[in-house]
């Protein structure tokens, strides 16, 4: 059976918030999605018979107006198409990079009352995930 990762464990979360929080940082998204939406049942959306798609598309309806008043912007998104290194079945049906002018933004978007509420869409809608903390650099030459 895969390991699924939906949300944070609590090492993880506690390791983030040990890392500087007035520097900006740049969050990795891969996301794959559930063939059918899982909500809670007693959720407005249970009855719906979401994809988890459609319920990801809820998520970011309810989340964007937090992420945008804490200066969140995504700057590149995609469309996975395959993976060339790494296990076959490491499939992703998104792919983006948020940047939060700091990582204390990121913290106050996450204990944010409407960003709670808006979770439930993602927690209903992702199979597995990813998202990697990354300290933005100024370009140069060269992959390193």
């Known amino acids: 059976m895969t390991h699924t990762h939906i949300d944070p464990d609590r090492a993880a979360f506690d390791a983030f ?7 900006p940082i740049e969050m990795l998204n891969l996301v ?9 049942a007693d959720h407005a959306c249970a009855a719906e018979q979401l994809t988890g798609a459609e319920a990801y598309r809820h998520y970011g309806k309810a989340s964007g107006p937090v992420f945008a008043r804490i200066g969140g912007t995504v700057v ?6 395959l993976v060339l290194i790494g296990p076959a079945d490491e499939v992703w049906h998104t792919a983006f990079v948020a940047r939060y002018p700091t990582a204390a933004a990121f913290l106050e978007m996450v204990t ?7 979770v439930v869409h993602r927690q209903a809608a992702v199979a597995t995930s990813r998202l990697i ?3 933005p650099r100024e370009r140069r030459d060269g992959f390193a």
């Open 133 to 135: 903390r990354c300290a």
């Open 76 to 81: 590149w998104s995609g469309d996975p198409a």
């Open 32 to 40: 794959r999605f559930r063939d059918a939406a899982v909500y809670p």
């Open 112 to 118: 944010d009352d409407a960003y709670r509420a808006a």
């Open 17 to 23: 918030k040990s890392l500087p929080r007035d520097t």
